[in-house]
Each structure stands twice: as structure tokens, then as C-alpha cells.
């Protein structure tokens, strides 16, 4: 939950620099004078910029939240995130910004660096009650600064964990896969778990819950270089969440790591399967938005391809139903002693027609049959689930 307090000032006195020429560096001093000073030098965000590469603490990762930004706030996240990277976790704030939009500001940093994992998404900041602007803060910290070095090179060796196992030949597709699978693998859904927020708890503690299985998804691929960013909003019960949206072969799609873990499915709904959810895993905002509402902190790029979907990978697709390519589908299936046949259909119309030709109107018949047959017994029970989020059936044989 967010949390913030704002406390307020009054400047009774207003103090005008007629010194000509400041040659100011990014480091002013505190109080009125540092304030006027850094006005009067118009640095403005690129000043704050040539401070994080003079620095090397420059973003090595594409900053969706400030690509997508207004401009005009452009320097206050900039200001923000060099702060944080300089573990400045108190101080002045230079740059002109209101509390709302500081308030937007600080969560769009935290959300395109999943790597600032000791400051929380609470702080405190003092408000002029002159200007109506922020002109100092103090940011909740949960690791003191002389262990934040070491935690990170932890961080980094768990991540690159991770990476080392991937085939280097692999497409953007299989590695998103790949770390998908690795952290629903690895990791317990836990709402009491430590540090859940960030990236400690995926990484190093393996409990957690959606913002840090998000952000741990987002800080590995960013550090292969591939994007993601994260998404906050609400799903359909009402509680908060938080998932991630990724790009291949320049179309967008959205994964939702928590959502594939089997533990937290069968949180949600009381079901008893152990199987991994790929429903989540580079799905379009058709699949994803029954579920999921964005909280419209940023703007969305479309995310309407099916080119890289989990089922449209693994040929389990099916834009409309005929009843013969089920049919052999089906038969295919029970012939190759597979233990279960998935199939998702394009649309609602097509997923309602399967369900009454195989549950209601004897399409599976032959496939029962076959599995008497082979097994010498007069009867065969299989189950069956179906998703009408997804326009999803998934048929057990065994």
C-alpha cells in the first residue's frame, strides 16, 4: 500500500540572485539560497542526466514510465533517480514539481527500475505553503546504505543464475519463457513473506507476492537486455496488482508471473492442479483485460498481437471450430498416450460450440473408446476444465 506524509512551510522571505554566470554542478547546497541557485542555472533534466553519466550511474535499461511522461517532469524523475542512486535518501528537491505530480513521479521510477530494491514506495516530503511545491524529501528506506552494495552484487549473481541457463541461440520468446517458468519454479506465493515489494523476495527468499514476482521478471530481462516494464492496477475481485508488459519483434504483450504460479491459482480458486498457467505468458489485452484494469498511471501501447501467445506457440490455437480438426486433434491425442490436450479458440462463439460438441454431443466417443480399448476395462473417466476467461479447455485422459 502506498503511504506518504507531506509536512508544510511558509518562506517568508523571497531572495533574488543577481549574481551573473552561476556555473552550477547537480550537488547545491540545501535552503533558499541552494534552490535559487539551481533556477538560476537552468539545468534543468539534462543537468541532472550529465550528473548520472559523469557519475556511472546511468540507466542501463529502457525507462518506459519516462519515455511516456509528460516533459515537464522529466527533470524531477531524473533529479529523483539520481538521489536514490547516489543513496541521497533525504534532502532537497530542486526541480518545480507538485505533490501529485511528485507522487507520479517517484512511483514511475520505482516502477521502471525494479534494481532500486531499499527504498519503499512510501517517503516524506515537506510542501511550500507558498508555492504549493515540494521543496524537500525523505524517502522510507528497508536496507541501510552499508549493506546495499553487497545485497546488490547478490542480486545480480541470483539473476545471472537465472541467465546462464538459457541457450544462447534462444529467441526473445524462449528466454521471456524461460524466466517465466524459473520463478513460478522457484518461488511461493507468500503475502507474509520479507521484503515482498521488491526483488529480495524472488531472488534470494523465493516467497512473495506480485510486485516482487514482477519486478524480479523485469530486473532479469532487463538485464539481458530485453524490455519489460511493469503495470499496476486492480483485478476483477477488487485487490491490487501488478504485472508486466514486454515487447517482441516490436508488438507488446503482457505477462503475469504471479497469475502462472499453481499456488496462487489455487488461492484464488480453490483448484488442486500443480500445473504451471500459461494463460499469462504473452497474452493479448483481450485475454488479460476480463481480469485485469490498468490504473491509467501511464499510457498503453496496443497489445493485440497473438503471434508469440503460449497456445499460438505450442499449436493448441484454434481461431474457430471445425469439428473435424478437433476431431483428429482429440484422436491424435489419446493415440500418443499424451496425459492431457489443451485447446484455446479465438473467440467465444467457437470455445461455447467445442464445449457442446465434445461435452454434450458425443465428440469424444471415439477418443473414450479407444481408451477402454487399450486399458481392458468397460469404463473411462476423464476430467475436464474449462476457462471462459480464456476460451480455454484443457481435457485429462489420465
Given at each position: 500500500m502506498r503511504r506518504h506524509r507531506i509536512l508544510r512551510f511558509f518562506l517568508d522571505v523571497a531572495l533574488i540572485l543577481l549574481t551573473m554566470g552561476v556555473c552550477l554542478a547537480v550537488t547545491p547546497a540545501g535552503g533558499i539560497v541552494g534552490r535559487v541557485k539551481y533556477v538560476w542555472s537552468s539545468g534543468g533534466a539534462?543537468?541532472?542526466?550529465?550528473?548520472?553519466?559523469?557519475?556511472?550511474?546511468?540507466?542501463?535499461?529502457?525507462?518506459?514510465?519516462?519515455?511516456?511522461?509528460?516533459?515537464?517532469?522529466?527533470?524531477?524523475?531524473?533529479?529523483?533517480?539520481?538521489?536514490?542512486?547516489?543513496?541521497?535518501?533525504?534532502?532537497?528537491?530542486?526541480?518545480?514539481?507538485?505533490?501529485?505530480?511528485?507522487?507520479?513521479?517517484?512511483?514511475?521510477?520505482?516502477?521502471?527500475?525494479?534494481?532500486?530494491?531499499?527504498?519503499?514506495?512510501?517517503?516524506?516530503?515537506?510542501?511550500?505553503?507558498?508555492?504549493?511545491?515540494?521543496?524537500?524529501?525523505?524517502?522510507?528506506?528497508?536496507?541501510?546504505?552499508?549493506?546495499?552494495?553487497?545485497?546488490?552484487?547478490?542480486?545480480?549473481?541470483?539473476?545471472?543464475?537465472?541467465?546462464?541457463?538459457?541457450?544462447?541461440?534462444?529467441?526473445?520468446?524462449?528466454?521471456?519463457?524461460?524466466?517465466?517458468?524459473?520463478i513460478i519454479d522457484r518461488t511461493e506465493y507468500d503475502s507474509s513473506g520479507a521484503d515482498n515489494q521488491n526483488i529480495q523476495s524472488v531472488l534470494l527468499n523465493q516467497r512473495s507476492v506480485c510486485a516482487g514476482y514482477s519486478k524480479a521478471f523485469q530486473y532479469i530481462l532487463n538485464r539481458m537486455g530485453l524490455f519489460c516494464t511493469y503495470i499496476t492496477g486492480t483485478i476483477k475481485s477488487g485487490g491490487d496488482h501488478g504485472w508486466n508488459m514486454v515487447r517482441i519483434d516490436g508488438q507488446y504483450y503482457y505477462v503475469d508471473v504471479t497469475w502462472g504460479d499453481p499456488v496462487f491459482a489455487n488461492q484464488m480458486n480453490g483448484a488442486a492442479s500443480h500445473v504451471m498457467n500459461y494463460n499469462y505468458l504473452c497474452c493479448t489485452e483481450n485475454d488479460l483485460f476480463r481480469t485485469h484494469t490498468p490504473d491509467g498511471s501511464i499510457p498503453l501501447p496496443p497489445c493485440t498481437a497473438d503471434n508469440y501467445n503460449y497456445y499460438v506457440m505450442n499449436d493448441m490455437y484454434y481461431e474457430n471450430f471445425d469439428y473435424d480438426t478437433v476431431y483428429d486433434r482429440v484422436m491424435e491425442s489419446v493415440w500418443a498416450g499424451e496425459m492431457n490436450i489443451v485447446m484455446k479458440f479465438g473467440s467465444y462463439e467457437a470455445y461455447e460450440q467445442a464445449k457442446y460438441e465434445l461435452f454434450q454431443n458425443g465428440l469424444l466417443n471415439d477418443a473414450g473408446q479407444y481408451l477402454m480399448e487399450i486399458n481392458g476395462v468397460s469404463q473411462w473417466n476423464y476430467r475436464y476444465n474449462t476457462d471462459d476467461d480464456f476460451n480455454l479447455i484443457t481435457i485429462y485422459w489420465k
Open positions: 539534462e543537468a541532472w542526466e550529465e550528473a548520472a553519466v559523469r557519475e556511472g550511474i546511468s540507466p542501463a535499461a529502457e525507462e518506459y514510465y519516462y519515455e511516456n511522461f509528460p516533459e515537464e517532469l522529466h527533470e524531477t524523475y531524473r533529479e529523483i533517480y539520481v538521489h536514490i542512486m547516489r543513496n541521497e535518501d533525504s534532502g532537497p528537491l530542486y526541480s518545480s514539481v507538485t505533490v501529485d505530480d511528485f507522487w507520479k513521479t517517484y512511483y514511475a521510477v520505482l516502477a521502471d527500475h525494479p534494481e532500486i530494491f531499499w527504498i519503499d514506495t512510501s517517503a516524506q516530503i515537506q510542501e511550500s505553503g507558498l508555492t504549493k511545491k515540494v521543496v524537500s524529501y525523505n524517502f522510507d528506506t528497508t536496507v541501510p546504505e552499508s549493506s546495499r552494495a553487497a545485497l546488490k552484487e547478490q542480486l545480480q549473481q541470483a539473476a545471472d543464475v537465472c541467465i546462464s541457463q538459457i541457450p544462447a541461440e534462444a529467441t526473445d520468446y524462449e528466454k521471456i519463457r524461460f524466466v517465466y517458468e524459473y
